[in-house]
RNA sequence: CGGGAUGUAGCGCAAUUUGGUAGCGCACCUGUUUUGGGUACAGGGGGUUGCAGGUUCAAAUCCUGUCAUCCCGACCA
């Protein structure tokens, strides 16, 4: 049976609705797709269904392919199991969390690895049973503090995440290219773009992690890529660090009096105008700006570090997030520093400089502050830099790294620019905005050790399991597919997620065209395509065109003036070409 | 959590400045009309103006508080 628009539960909007910004969520609302229930949570009308279950079912086919079987959990969850990998804990605010009758601990499933974790240990416990790859196409709820652009990012939503379960780390390696692999073919069918970066692991801990990401302007994730191939989550982009050169032969270091010069711009004008070079002028890259951040454990525990990168670059709080984590970064504050006299709010620098040039070491684990002191991987031994005294009003000119001052290590969470070279050396990096579709990563066994998943070997051993977690966010392909397939009009589905294969509008007021309209939709049926009929009586042309073109069907066959001559009009929604073609042709110019 | 904006009919908005019967368009219902690009006309239903206090003869409008939503940022497997 078609879908008919006489009865079909849908009302279209004339206008944008005052709640949606971005235009995939304005159409999707205006074509009757979505509604809004509460801030980040949707309610799916009948063709937003439909457009989910195409997807879902491209999902499922290549989940198959990939050797997964399908599972469902519920939702509600207990909190033992997120306590025992202390998620319970660290996922904090995001979590939704919640009360039964008796007072116990419930919460909203976030992401499913430890059911997962168990469910296998539950039932399996023999190298024998591995591998195994477990997935489900399930809600998940995270307490967004600020859900976007409808579906994009909700807090509600489903995704489809998958496990996998190996004894050794070559099965991993496989299973995670076979979910890989499934992921190109997914996204290929969907006819979604997307391009592959290396991520950070972040907070799911493991090792190997790569992002599907679909590039767009609404994207929330900034990567890079270069012409060579390389693409990364700028989070994971490594910097490249220069060769390290002699200190031999360099000048002495010499401190220089810099009134009122707290801030790189008004150090480098200050430098230019008294202390002049004769090569060049004095840039922001020549000086090395001492960051002091607050590191904040999962458990509360604060810990100060200090951060030099050139003074050109400021530092990345996602890439400092992604460097420190699990703990939280945060800027030094005023008691911070009020706690560390030995800290000039201004004039920081890795040492002081003493009367009889000698210098004593200030931040660092050995300085006088005890600070931890990192430094940006293009900090090399050999480079010289102007950097704080550690007094008022005073730089260092011609400070040494390897000479003068080391650091406790490297931070490379200075951000990137475009124009920084790949760290493969595939060239410059340009800077893109996407949309994470998909992300694929190699857990390893914290999740197993957490929670004591373990087999037996063929040596009657027991072996910790290694895995792996795979997700695809199922109804934010369904804003990445509106956004990226739309004109002015309205949407317009690539064929594989369409709510239909056949649009047929019945133009007319004869029963004529009502009747041929019905019959073309039954031939289309019976040549296997699923067809939405228009055939709305008293309604004029002109709104089922415009209904039509909101909606989205890629392929539309107007029945109409045209009968009379035993014509139709197929039309192509994407390419707005419009021909006429014989009533009983149709059906096979659609093939 | 910081910054900005907005809450009036199902949706989009006006009326708030200067207190005085809450209005327009879309959608919806009835009738006539029109039928290849959102037809035209006539009639109609639908509102305790986010909520709670206060001022006043009188509050959508002024005052206080509160809640909610959207946008930017922070955050975000």
Redesign the pocket.
Known sequence: MPTRLSSLFL?????D???A?VASHKLLLRAGYIRRA???VYTWLPLGLLVKAKIEKVVREEMANAGAQEVFFPALLPREPYEATNRWTEYGD?LFRLQDRKKADYLLAP?HEEMFTLLVKDLYSSYKDLPVCLYQIQNKY?D??????GLL?GREFV?KDAYSFDLTDEGLAKAYQAQRDAYERIFTRLGVDYVIVKADA???GGSASEEFLSPSEIG?DTFVRSPGGYAANVEAVKTVAPAATSTDGLPAAVVNATPGTATIATLVDHANAHFARSDRAWTAADTLKNVVLALVSPEGKRELVAVGVPGDREVD??RA?AAFGPNEVEPATEADFAANPGLVKGYIGPVSLNADGSVSQVLGLEGSTKIRYLLDPRVVDGTQWISGSNQADKHIFELVKGRDFNADGIADIAEVRAGDLAPDGSGALELARGIEIG?VFQLGRKYAEALDLRVLDENGKLQVVTMGSY?I?VTRLVAVLAEANRDD?GLIWPEAVSPADVYIVA???DDSVFEAAEKLASEFEAAGKTVMLDDRP?V????K???A??IGVPNIV?????LENGEV?VWNRRTGE?RSVAVNSAVSELK
């Open positions: 009302r279209t909007l004339r206008e609705p005052a709640e910004e509460a801030p980040g995001n992401t995270r967004e503090a600020r859900p976007r652009a990012r995704m972040g907070a799911m929330e709080a996602k997030e992300h997700g966010g009009k133009a007319g007021k008293k004029s042309p002109g709104v065109f415009g209904d073109e909101l107007i029945v109409g003036k045209g009009d419009r």
